[in-house]
């Protein structure tokens, strides 16, 4: 099963599904956990040059196919072969991150993203799209109390472009209602937690 984590900056879905992964190993699921842009050397450094706050100069779309060729390199070298083998993927972040973040925040077109991204993935949709939905006011608040926080490129943008990269999530949730599941992140940290392996749970038993 793939399943990914989506949601503004600070949603707190990095942290949320440390607790549902212990509990899955509990229960004999074998758990591969990795993240986008990223997740393997290659796609790394990929992540280096698109988050690197010195990149301000950085076009759009150039932007976004960097985004569509780490995403790429990363299920080559580690989700497909990870899936194969029977084990359960939770990637936090996949394609819905562009959709949100370059087709509706950068305005480049949530469609047009996709192009590139199917493309890229050769249709490789999630099973489950869990999305840790929160006020962008509140996570970027939650983001400069975190000092421990990695502080990337895409943080430093006005709160404007944040809201609309939460309501095209919003949108997409609505567009894919087949896989997404929607996590009110502004409530506790053991109750995201643990509607967060409710809705693991729900899916691995249909």
Same mark, same amino acid.
């Given at each position: 099963m793939f399943i990914t984590l989506e949601g503004p900056e600070g949603s707190g879905k990095t942290t949320a599904v440390e607790t549902a992964v212990k509990r899955l190993q509990e229960l004999g699921y074998e758990i591969v956990r990795t993240r986008e842009p990223g997740g393997t050397p290659i796609a790394e450094q990929i992540r280096n040059v698109i988050l690197d706050k010195a990149n301000t100069a950085m076009d759009p779309r150039t *932007?976004?196919?960097?985004? =569509?060729?780490?995403?790429?390199?990363?299920?080559? *070298?580690?989700?497909?072969? =990870?899936?194969?083998?029977?084990?359960?993927?939770?990637?936090d972040r996949y394609l819905d991150s562009s959709l949100a973040y370059q087709g509706g925040a950068r305005g480049l077109g949530v469609d047009n993203i996709l192009n590139i991204n199917l493309f890229a993935t050769e249709n490789t949709w999630p099973d489950l799209t869990l999305l840790f939905d929160l006020d962008p006011k509140i996570g970027l608040e939650r983001i400069n109390k975190n000092a421990n926080r990695e502080v990337n490129r895409l943080d430093l943008e006005k709160l404007e472009f944040h809201n609309a990269v939460r309501n095209t999530f919003l949108q997409l949730a609505k567009r894919y209602p087949e896989r997404f599941v929607i996590i009110d992140a502004s409530k506790s940290q053991e109750e995201v937690a643990k509607a967060t392996l409710d809705a693991i749970l729900n899916r691995l038993c249909k």
């Amino acid at each position: 099963m793939f399943i990914t984590l989506e949601g503004p900056e600070g949603s707190g879905k990095t942290t949320a599904v440390e607790t549902a992964v212990k509990r899955l190993q509990e229960l004999g699921y074998e758990i591969v956990r990795t993240r986008e842009p990223g997740g393997t050397p290659i796609a790394e450094q990929i992540r280096n040059v698109i988050l690197d706050k010195a990149n301000t100069a950085m076009d759009p779309r150039t *932007e976004a196919l960097l985004y =569509a060729a780490s995403r790429r390199q990363h299920l080559v *070298e580690k989700v497909w072969p =990870a899936i194969k083998e029977g084990k359960i993927v939770i990637c936090d972040r996949y394609l819905d991150s562009s959709l949100a973040y370059q087709g509706g925040a950068r305005g480049l077109g949530v469609d047009n993203i996709l192009n590139i991204n199917l493309f890229a993935t050769e249709n490789t949709w999630p099973d489950l799209t869990l999305l840790f939905d929160l006020d962008p006011k509140i996570g970027l608040e939650r983001i400069n109390k975190n000092a421990n926080r990695e502080v990337n490129r895409l943080d430093l943008e006005k709160l404007e472009f944040h809201n609309a990269v939460r309501n095209t999530f919003l949108q997409l949730a609505k567009r894919y209602p087949e896989r997404f599941v929607i996590i009110d992140a502004s409530k506790s940290q053991e109750e995201v937690a643990k509607a967060t392996l409710d809705a693991i749970l729900n899916r691995l038993c249909k």
